[in-house]
Nanobody, 122 residues
Framework: QVQLVESGGGLVQAGGSLRLSCASS?????????MAWFRQAPGKEREFVAA????????SYAESVKGRFTISRDNAKNTVYLQMNSLKPEDTAVYYC??????????????WGQGTQVTVSS
């Protein structure tokens, strides 16, 4: 059984930074393949943020976060990270990690964490 637990969210001022973590348990992390971060703001659909391949050698980002966010993974620690710099109020959302799929559509992923709230004040 795949279990994903996000942490690291919080309240930060615009221009600040946060690092989100997603720890997995219940199975071998390295076999999950693609790991991704999505976010969902109030009243909006869940949207793709970033993804990373099993080895960590390939990453992709939404245009809105490119150059500000960095996704990484440590297979030895069963953890994927999202470093978020130069945060903007429009980054405010619940952030979810996901696996068991590929691509940028949330419908493609079968396993999700419970989410962690990120709030960026202006």
């Amino acid at each position: 059984q795949v279990q994903l637990v996000e942490s690291g969210g919080g309240l930060v001022q615009a221009g600040g930074s946060l690092r989100l973590s997603c720890a997995s348990s219940g199975s071998t992390f390295s076999i999950y393949g693609m790991m991704a971060w999505f976010r969902q703001a109030p009243g909006k659909e869940r949207e793709f943020v970033a993804a990373i391949s099993r080895s960590g050698g390939s990453t992709s980002y939404a245009e809105s976060v490119k150059g500000r966010f960095t996704i990484s993974r440590d297979n030895a620690k069963n953890t994927v990270y999202l470093q978020m710099n130069s945060l903007k109020p429009e980054d405010t959302a619940v952030y979810y990690c996901a696996t068991g799929g590929a691509g940028i559509s949330p419908d493609e992923y079968g396993y999700w964490g419970q989410g962690t709230q990120v709030t960026v004040s202006s």
